[in-house]
């Protein structure tokens, strides 16, 4: 069985401070196939490792560079880390390497690491990477006394790297490797998809073509099972999941009934690895050979490939690589003779140390669980895939009614029930809603902003209209998908209950704003979107700077007062500074903040990237920043402004919508007080007016009335705020000195059993 509690983390409180790496030395490589994201993991790694005092080499090539030792294997610097978030696969290289699979080849990656003092790797790859280290791990002191008789090595040589430590982190855009909730590079090829299932979208219906696509994942179906849900394909197909047999006639039925309903496009999905029951391959030209054959539909086959894995990683991969390339520092200075090779994970929003055999056995065993036509339980052992089917159209015996209410944040992919209500609680209480149908809602999931309409009226001052409309429409549950004027909506309809009879329904909110601000929740809708909005305009802006010496940019994002968007899009872009409300300064911050930039730009590091939250402080405007750093820099380094404003809500919905809205992970709560007469139903409890957040790795349904003690309602944020740990991170990465509490980090422990693979949803950086 797996072992399903959370990875026991030690009670001792440290500072990083404590763990000096003087007199270490780390490298870093890259193995296997890139990975989107590795890049920002190799810069973390390098630049924790120098910020604690240790010597770090790039060994170039992976174990292939490893073995030929020489120039493949040199000494990093701070700088030589620079402009490397924002670049696809692995600057330092990646390499197949047979000799590395021989015993003559790890010898000779021992005498290149020995001569070198190197006994700290970092690995970056997939499990058959981290397979190999963990294997040259263990063979470490025999190869050392091998040397030794072969007189290559003295005794001294011997005693000084006598222990090798090994710490991997997983790039793979497959999401293919057990105990981590994501690896390197899967949230940027679902970007990829996406991206190319949207631009297939407008061919499609303008010619009302069928589309068969075939992504990548041999033994993995999580990119074809994501990609489906997020873009609504009609049809997938993964290796862990074949279908029932008898599934060309299901899925032939599907398709003209599509078409019967004037729908002008399908879209089917396939993964390379998809087989059937049988093991037989299902391959992309199989099915689109089944769709002519049999219904004669114009059909088309696209093969993305290697498309996949290039272009710039995501906001996400680029922290999820940061926070991992930390981590893994963390833990090579913190090893003892007696620890075991670890992997470093995500598990929610935490990066946790987890025992790397552990996890590449339990990796291996759905392999063999598939090999052996044991479906259910690879389904089991990757993790709760089930959870994951594409929706489908059900019969629903109550009219529930979807309303958006506050900014437009991607909202369009949860926006899938029976009722539409139109500009939020004014078109309640006016009437504007009206009955929706499955095909009504058809290509939403790709489409930003809300298409329902949505304002920021509060249901106050007109809730007996609103009850009224409930009544007249005979709506029998509410879904509400919005921002801070949601939730506070959310708790005024309820509060209202004793007075009004028809709110006395079951009503939900989920939460979407760009702000990230919503308390009981980690994400919300829309805010990986922005995230990915402010890293891509950073990009540029860097860009249009690499042919201008010393400039210093100041930008703006919005969030209120809540500084996610700045903390978190600073660390993805490698941002100087950044300010936000929560973290209050003063003249003096700003003051050393201008000195580091200047000492920054007598190194080859010649522009630089300041954020500033829209309200962090109501004196220290963008303006009066933008004219201090340009004062202050006079001489050394110019300075520009810009204001992102509401091009980070414009973009299109890019994942989170389909995932929260899409996925059931909490359970409701058992003890509900609701009575269901003649098709009318009665909830008036606290119960029954939740809000449906993220919390870690898990969907949890919580009361709006309890989360009123979480929340700061003059600021409209959580009191407490789980991305604030982040910040000491950027600090450190930008080469500042602060404190950085390793109880923050996941603490090596040992697990009877990895816990199996969760669902992309628990993507909290």
Known sequence: MANNAPPKRQDTRKFF??????????AVLTSGGDAQGMNAAVRAAVRMGLYVGAKVYFIHEGYQGMVDGGNNIIEATWESVSSMLQVGGTVIGSARCKEFRTHEGRLRAALNLVQREITNICVIGGDGSLTGANLFREEWSGLLQELKQQGQIDDEAVRNNSILHIVGMVGSIDNDFCGTDMTIGTDSALHRIIEVVDAIMTTAQSHQRTFVLEVMGRHCGYLALVSALACGADWVFIPEMPPEDGWEDSMCQKLSENRADKKRLNIMIVAEGAIDRHNKAITADNIKELVVSRLGFDTRVTILGHVQRGGTPSAFDRILASRMGVEAVLALLEASADTPACVVSLVGNQAVRLPLMECVQMTQEVQKAMDEKKFEEAVRLRGRYGVFSVTSQRKCNFNVAVLNVGAPAGMNAAGHRMFAVSDGFE???????????????????????????????????????IAEQMKLHKINALMVIGGFEAYMGLLELAKARDAHEALCVPMIMVPATVSNNIPGSDLSIGSDTALNAITHTCDRIKQSASGTKRRVFIIETMGGYCGYLATVGGLAAGADSVYIYEEPFDIRDLQANVEHLTEKMKTSIQRGIVLRNENCNENFSTDFMYQLYSEEGRGVFDCRKNILGHMQQVRRGERGAGEEGGVNEGAAPEDVAMSISDRKLFANSEDTACLLGMRRRALVFQPVSHLQEETDFVHRIPKEQWWLKLRPLMKILAKYKTSYDVSDSGQLEHVSRVRPKESHTSAAI
């Open 17 to 26: 401070e404590n763990l000096s790496g003087d007199g270490k030395s780390i």
């Open 427 to 465: 078109g309640l209480y006016k009437g504007k809603i009206k009955e929706i149908t499955w095909g009504d809602v058809g290509g939403w999931t790709g489409q930003g902003g809300s298409l329902l309409g949505t304002k920021r009226t509060l249901p106050g001052k007109h809730l007996d209209k």
